[in-house]
């Protein structure tokens, strides 16, 4: 095995230190971009999402539950692969990055606006009567009450999604996008050093999340100011 | 100021109010008395629109909204502006400083310039006495200071009419003095005032009009000194030998 042969030891820290920077630079260029555009994207999906399953607009409510059983029910690789192969074959091509934007954004859409709904509903009454009263409107009320506290019971639950989705860009290897995934796999393609390659790709998503779920911690205790613990 | 004529609200098959006519001057303080489910807090919420009458209608400092067909969302809206709620429970944005809540009425909805909301607000929590608790947050402050700046809050809005909701029901016993310190202040500055409460001493003492209502109906209204020495009706003598 390698821990007793000092040559292949060698070959290993070789391979593991010249592939660093190409894996770094799949992670720069196309992992952390898309993760961070596409949950930019999905937020927003999200809470338009949310807002129209509270509303009393049955249409709304209807255009949103589907929408998120669709996604919900169908797996991510699939609905990759309908955008990017499935389009492409029909004459509407789209090119794998926007392709894995609009995938993954209608992916984060939906399973956070389960999580905004909720927490916009553990939201107490009152909150939305003293918003009233003092004569806000729909939007105000959201804007200035509802949203700022749902914000912070959605922190964690949100991170979560966050977190799961930098794994899931992985999957945009499949429609040919160069993020850090893909890139290792071109590597081992080429010194066929499998699992090395595999296992330090792995490292550095185990340290990108690392990374995430501190600045996780620092965003609740920011919004934890103004609640009693 | 206030005339309420034939007032009804459903909640589905339950009739919550059943026909109320009440006529209150300006600068009275009126207290509302009677058991839970007699529809005194319902009342106060149709004032404010926080629900919707199902008939009747009202008039607040001249204007006049009619409950029977659909009402406007620009006439609720002028007609919210009237009044003012403090709620039972506070209901603070618990996300802004005393300064912050007090300040977002004129400065949101209101559209007042930040300064001018802000010295209105640091005088107002001064008036309630809470002066020195401008930046604290709702968590940090007791039930008592909490309600006080509710009120401060209320203020802001320069309502013609203050609507009190059970406001020291919720408080500990020995906090309780304190927010009604600032009610009696209040009353004596020209301000109509409608309390729904259960603090006799203070319907007794400050109170211009005592009204007691159950099942849905005004049952009498009186003097204090009469409501309480010498009630008229049966319903209203069994519900204060109940209560003392």
């Not at chain 1, 911690?217 to 609640?227: A, I, Q």
């Not at chain 2, 039972?88 to 809540?101: D, E, G, K, S, V």
């Amino acid at each position: 095995m390698f821990w007793n042969d000092p040559d292949k030891m060698e070959r290993y820290l070789d391979i593991a230190q010249s592939s660093l920077l190409p894996l770094l630079e799949g992670a720069v260029v196309y992992t952390l971009p898309l993760s961070l555009i596409t949950f930019v994207c999905g937020l927003v999906l999200a809470v338009l999402t949310a807002l129209a399953r509270i509303s009393t607009i049955k249409p709304f409510q209807w255009i949103a539950r589907v929408y998120v059983s669709a996604i919900r029910g169908t797996p991510l690789l699939v609905q990759l692969f309908i955008l990017f192969y499935g389009l492409g074959s029909v004459g509407v091509v789209i090119d794998p990055f926007p392709a894995a934007v609009i995938g993954f954004s209608l992916n984060v859409g939906a399973y956070a606006s389960e999580v905004i709904r909720a927490a916009i509903l553990s939201i107490p009454k009152g909150q939305w009567e003293a918003a009233q009263m003092i004569g806000m409107t729909y939007s105000q009320t959201l804007r200035r009450v509802i949203l700022p506290q749902a914000t912070r019971v959605s922190i964690p639950p949100l991170s979560n999604t966050f977190i799961g989705l930098v794994k899931d860009t992985s999957l945009a290897s499949a429609i040919l996008v160069t993020e850090m995934f893909r890139r290792a796999q071109e590597i081992a393609a080429f010194n066929y050093e499998v699992l090395l390659l595999y296992t330090e790709v792995a490292i550095l998503y185990w340290i990108i999340c690392f990374l995430l779920s501190l600045v996780q911690g620092r965003l609740e205790n920011r919004f934890d100011r103004y609640v009693s613990i | 100021m206030i005339k309420i004529n034939g007032l009804h609200k459903r909640f589905g098959d339950l009739e919550v109010l059943k026909g109320i006519d009440l006529e209150i001057n300006q600068g009275k303080v009126v207290v509302v008395i009677g058991p839970s489910g007699s529809g005194k807090t319902t009342l106060l919420r149709c004032l404010n629109i926080l629900e919707v009458p199902s008939a009747g209608s009202i008039t607040i400092d001249g204007q006049t909204t009619d409950f029977s067909k659909p009402v406007p969302k620009k006439e609720v809206d002028i007609f919210r502006r009237k009044s003012a709620m403090v709620f039972q429970h506070y209901n603070l944005f618990p996300h802004m400083t005393a300064l912050q809540n007090v300040m977002e009425g004129p400065m949101i909805v209101q559209r007042k310039s930040k300064e001018e909301a802000r010295q209105q607000a640091e005088q107002l929590l001064t008036t309630v006495g809470l002066g020195d608790k401008l930046d604290y947050y709702p968590h940090q402050l007791s039930g008592g200071q909490q309600q006080r700046v509710g009120i401060a809050r209320a203020l802001a809005l320069e309502p013609k009419v203050m609507l009190f909701d059970e406001p020291t029901s919720a408080l500990d016993p020995e906090l309780v003095g304190e927010v009604l310190q600032v009610m009696k202040n209040l009353a004596g500055t020209g301000i109509t005032m409608i309390v729904v409460t259960h603090e006799m001493r203070f319907a007794n003492d400050v109170a211009s009009e005592v009204i007691f209502m159950d099942q849905g109906k005004i049952i009498e209204r009186s003097q204090p000194s009469e409501m309480f020495t010498n009630p008229k009706e049966e319903r209203t003598r069994q519900f204060l030998n109940l209560i003392q």
